[in-house]
């Protein structure tokens, strides 16, 4: 994806359904939509000072469950979902390392370039001087897997039924059930079956430091857990590596994406529910091209309705078009100077403003094609 294109430092709407949503709060007059904001990294303020990293792994595993590759495994999940999590994001691009071999990555290039691949990694070696920001991960795990039998009790019930008949009022007979209490029996039942479970904990470092080498960032996540039980069900599989470490690791992958990266977070809006029903419909429906087309042809006329401008407003400030979002609102607090609406839109738009400078000059530098952003991955104790 062209990175420049891809910056988006206007809001982004949420392309799945379920993340539009209309909220009754106790109140029916309550309606909201919720969109998606790019909003900066939490942790870091120049994001030039990182804009090429080198992801270092570094993983250790102990335990019962541990088999052979599965540090080989984890490694590669804990690499691949933190750059894939950045690189979704929009603002640094996964890389190919190819470790001192220059005719190795000239090779590569020649074998894509045939299979027309369309992965759109960039390729380079090492050696070419390049100064950039260090991620060191360490990721410490304590994997379990038991297998053996437990008891399995339950209560067995047998209630059998007779057959009796009645008549109905033209001297039918029509048949009918009861049970028989006498003959009910009760019997405990019990076996032993497999028993087989996985239990994984553990613990990630993450240390970030700049190109100069200064520490710009430093978080522990503890407590990373998972746990699988197949109880009686004796066809269930237990999980492999792949998905027991995807599930530990997550959650700090995430908030690690969202320190270090401009990320996309969800806001709810009020809207005005005293404005045009129609317009309130498409907006909610995340048409709001379509709303705010609809509220041009309801502005038109001689009647204005201070609803109608609010949201109008946010309509256009969902799409990123802030200057016009900007003249609605103010068109709103000259009909009603009071108007909440319009004044949380304007308080809105003045923090938008402070993060688009901000992420304006984030942009700047890390998409710079020329620079050789990216990340790179080091294996070190792979190296010999």
Not at 67 to 91: H, I, K, M, P, W
Not at 254 to 278: A, C, F, M, Q, Y
Request: contains cysteine.
């Amino acid at each position: 994806m062209n990175q420049k294109n891809a910056f988006p430092y206007r809001v982004g709407v949420c392309a799945a359904a379920s993340l539009l949503t209309l909220l009754f709060s106790g109140c029916p007059t309550i309606r909201t939509v919720r969109v998606d904001y790019v909003t900066p990294p939490g942790a870091v303020a120049d994001i030039r000072s990182i804009e090429t990293m080198e992801l270092i792994p570094q993983v250790t595993l102990a335990g019962s469950g541990v088999a052979e590759g599965d540090r080989n495994t984890a490694t590669g999940v804990l690499v691949q979902r933190l750059s894939s999590g950045f690189s979704r994001e929009g603002y640094f691009r996964t890389t190919d390392l190819i470790w001192g071999n220059a005719a190795g990555a000239a090779a590569l290039g020649k074998n894509l370039a045939k299979k027309e691949s369309r992965h759109g990694y960039s390729r380079y070696t090492t050696g070419t001087g390049i100064r950039c920001a260090k991620l060191e991960l360490n990721l410490t795990i304590q994997l379990d897997r038991v297998e053996g039998t437990e008891e399995f009790s339950c209560t067995l019930i047998d209630q059998p039924y007779e057959i009796y008949y009645i008549k109905n009022s033209r001297g039918e007979n029509i048949p009918n059930s009861r049970p028989v209490l006498s003959r009910m029996r009760k019997e405990n039942f019990r076996r032993q079956v497999p028993a087989r479970s996985v239990k994984a904990t553990g613990t990630l470092r993450a240390r970030l430091t700049d190109a100069d080498g200064k520490v710009a960032y430093e978080k522990e996540f503890p407590n990373l857990q998972y746990a699988f039980r197949t109880g009686n069900d004796v066809r269930a599989q237990l999980p492999g590596t792949v998905e027991i470490f995807t599930n530990m690791i997550v959650p700090a992958v995430n908030k690690i994406v969202e320190d270090l990266s401009p990320h996309r977070k969800p806001r709810t809006l009020e809207v005005n529910p005293d404005g045009d029903e129609r317009a309130l419909l498409l907006m909610e429906s995340q048409a709001f091209t379509e709303a705010i087309r609809r509220l041009d042809e309801v502005l038109s006329g001689e009647e204005k309705n201070v609803a109608d401008y609010e949201n109008q407003g946010i309509s256009y400030e969902v799409i990123g078009e802030y200057a016009a979002a900007l003249s609605c609102f103010e068109e709103a607090l000259k009909l009603e100077p009071g108007s909440k609406y319009a004044a949380a839109g304007l308080e809105r738009l003045r923090k938008i403003r402070e993060e688009q400078k901000s992420l304006r000059d984030m942009d700047a530098a890390a998409v710079a094609e020329k620079s050789g952003t990216g990340f790179r991955t080091q294996m070190k104790d792979e190296l010999k």
